[in-house]
């Protein structure tokens, strides 16, 4: 046997024990028998997530690379829950500390919960409510969240520091000032890099800094916000996590978005100390600045370097924001502000560049009122029958509802029918998505039809959208014909 032969059999063997470690795990905590176990989409992240059922039990079940990052996620899951945040609850660890079990807190991301205001660029006051409840709750993880916290346990280091500024600001000079071709004095851009660096460091303080807040790591359940992936937090200012969630490129949040965003911050952070509000905006628009360099940097590399164009597509969004910020000069960096006003002039940058991605339009539809029509002059795609599945609709108790529903949803899987339609649907799509996406096409419409247009195909179209969403980097809008509902995932 080849030595490469034998590492994908490590590896392969790997994989088997760490998911029957997490099989353990469940029936250990739960007494129950672990029944379903389903991976879920992890957002490019190495570790591995899976919803694990038994009996009535839903749990999230993790399977991670790295002990010290599993040790950071873990102690600080329970720390945070002692201090009453929101936050989900881990159930039980393996012995070995790669594996661990969660409270599963449902499917509802935020990002996802305000996908019409960011594709349109206008905001409903519902979408505008969940971002202000969310932004509501950050001084209480800033604050309460670092008391007694013990530092040592943050990965890969305890503090926002010297080091960690300079690495995001070569970032951003490396992979992508220089590959726009934009020249500058590097010796000059240096130096004003110093100083802006010492200025970032003033007003540490002993608060926790979550480093990734944003709308992906904000999961909605029972209407209110709870909060995921700060494995990587750790001691920093307070500032770069409202720089991070209100500033973040593909946001598109209007200006008086934002500034209701900031108001509603300095509100809840009162709690905590005082607030001087002429100098919390005067250190905020630092780390805007520092955090749109960051990112900048971030796009620069996955686009120019790994060739990843639809992150190149988010880079007119980030200097968009560095444009209204360079607005009011920042005159004690002259040198780093200069430049930065050149590269948002940048033809190349003066325009948002066109989404090619792959749309797919995914319809739910009752067949006496036709089949929808294609708009896009395609001719169509698939069309799915789903009348094959046993019909909630037919019982009284379920008329009032949709596929949307808890309890059309469990009547559905109970059943099981509709499990065993869908897995021959996903490997029809998913040839046919995998096929467009190779050859540059951008639309595709899949349509679910049943009597009603209410139960069934709503249920198939939800989750065929799910599915692909965690498997393609593709557009998805959802429209439900006869309940009138159209959404963009």
């Known amino acids: 046997m080849k030595i490469s032969d034998k590492f994908v059999n490590l590896k392969v063997k790997h994989k088997i024990m760490a998911e029957d470690n997490l099989q353990i795990l469940f029936e250990s905590y739960t007494h129950q028998k672990l029944t379903e176990r389903t991976e879920i989409n992890s957002s490019g992240s190495n ?20 002990f010290e990052e599993n040790k950071a996620f873990i102690t600080l899951s329970r720390h945070f829950k002692e201090k009453r945040l929101r936050v989900p609850k881990v159930l039980a660890v393996s012995d070995d500390g790669m594996c661990y079990i969660q409270e599963d807190l449902g499917d509802n ?14 905001y409903s006051s519902y979408e505008c409510n969940l971002l202000c409840r969310t932004i509501e709750q950050l001084p209480k993880i800033q604050f309460r969240g670092a008391e007694g916290l013990d530092w040592s346990v943050c990965y890969p280091q305890e503090a926002f520091d010297e080091r960690m ?3 995001d600001l070569n970032y951003f000079k490396y992979c992508f000032l220089k590959a726009t071709g934009l020249d500058f004095n590097e010796v000059q851009l240096q130096d004003d890099f110093e100083l802006f660096k010492a200025d970032l460091l003033e ?11 944003q709308a992906r790591n904000v999961m909605i359940k029972d209407g209110e916000p709870y909060f995921i992936d700060y494995q990587g937090g750790r001691r920093g200012p307070i500032y770069y996590d409202v720089a991070s969630f209100i500033w973040q490129a593909r946001s598109r949040y209007p200006e008086d ?32 600045l520092f955090r749109s360099l960051q990112v900048l940097g971030a796009y620069g590399f996955r686009g120019y370097f790994e060739k990843k164009p639809h992150f190149l597509a988010s880079v007119p969004y980030a200097l968009g924001n560095l444009r209204r910020l360079l607005e ?29 991605r792959l749309e797919v339009h995914i319809y739910s539809f ?19 029958d789903c009348r094959s599945v046993n019909n909630p609709g037919k019982y009284e108790h379920y008329r009032q509802f949709n596929g949307n529903d808890p309890e059309v949803i469990k009547f559905l899987e109970d059943d099981g029918e509709v499990i065993t339609f869908l897995d021959s649907v996903y490997k029809l799509v998913d040839a046919h998505v995998k096929r467009f ?9 899949v349509c679910f039809g049943c009597t009603g247009g209410q139960h069934r195909s709503v249920y198939c179209a939800e989750h065929l959208a799910k599915h692909l969403s965690g498997k393609f980097d593709v557009k998805i809008t959802i429209t439900h014909r006869e309940l009138d509902i159209e959404k963009i995932m």
Do not use: C, W
């Open 328 to 356: 009011t000069p920042f005159d004690r960096y002259p040198y780093l502000n200069a430049i930065l006003t050149k590269l948002t002039m940048m033809p190349q940058f003066n325009e948002i560049a066109e989404d090619k």
């Open 165 to 167: 500024i300079d690495f």
């Open 437 to 445: 996406i190779e050859r540059k096409f951008t639309h595709l419409q």
């Open 47 to 66: 570790r591995r997530y899976f919803r694990l059922k038994g009996g009535d039990i839903s749990i999230i079940g993790v399977i991670g690379t790295s």
């Open 203 to 213: 007003d540490m303080g002993d608060t926790f800094m979550y480093r990734d807040f």
């Open 366 to 384: 009752a067949y006496k009122k036709g089949i929808p029509v294609d708009n896009t002059g395609n001719g169509g795609g698939y069309v799915f």
């Open 109 to 122: 991301i935020l990002y996802k919960m305000i996908s019409q205001g960011r594709e349109s660029g206008s």
């Open 257 to 288: 978005l934002k500034q209701e965003l900031i108001r509603t911050y300095l509100r809840s952070l009162k709690s905590f100390m005082p607030v001087d509000e002429a100098h919390f905006r005067e250190r905020l628009r630092l780390f805007v």
